[in-house]
């Protein structure tokens, strides 16, 4: 989550510090059921720091406001379709609701970022979440999260499929103009 620059002193990553933060919010926002815009004022006002603060003192030190807000926004509005996607991509063994609620927040992050109108490249995302993972999650969550990230990221992007009654309208829509006797 830090570069080192020539004076061999951790250099904050922006990006990676809202991302951070976002999984954080997303946490929150589950375990104290909260909404989404108390959190991410809360964050803005007191968590997302400035130069100089530290993640010890419960600080995101130097995270870009703006991509926490598209990140956490996105999880949240993007819950029911990522929900979906991830019943489907997770073996019957690791049902959602039995996720560590740090994974599922992991996964809830990325996936609303995959959602953004712009997001960063996937492997982007995928990479970033991953060291978050790493410093998260232990075992064979790490591998299992790398996978169904992969699978997200390509599922995200295919047309959502169309509902029922839809359907039946394409049918309709597409029936020869001529009566059928």
């Known amino acids: 989550m830090t570069q080192t620059d020539g004076d061999r002193q951790p250099k904050v990553r922006s990006r990676t510090a809202s991302r951070v933060a976002a999984v954080q919010a997303l946490f929150q926002i ?30 995101v030190p130097e995270a ?24 489907e991509i997770l073996p019957a063994s690791w049902p959602l609701g039995r996720l560590d609620p740090v994974l599922r927040a992991i996964m809830h992050a990325a996936g609303g970022e995959m959602l953004a109108a712009d997001p960063a490249p996937a492997r982007v995302i995928i990479n970033e979440y991953m060291d978050i993972g790493h410093g998260f999650l232990a075992g064979d969550e790490p591998r299992m999260l790398n996978g169904v990230l992969d699978v997200l990221s390509r599922r995200v992007n295919e047309p959502a499929p169309a509902a029922p009654a839809e359907a039946a309208q394409d049918v309709v829509d597409e029936a020869p103009d001529s009566p059928v006797s």
Request: net charge negative.
């Open 30 to 59: 589950e375990q104290g059921h909260e909404g989404a815009e108390q959190v991410i004022n809360q964050f803005n006002r007191h968590r997302l720091g400035g130069a100089g603060s530290e993640y010890a003192e419960g600080q």
């Open 64 to 87: 870009d406001a703006r991509l926490f807000g598209i990140v956490v926004r996105g999880a949240i509005a993007g819950q029911e379709r990522i929900d979906a996607l991830l019943h």
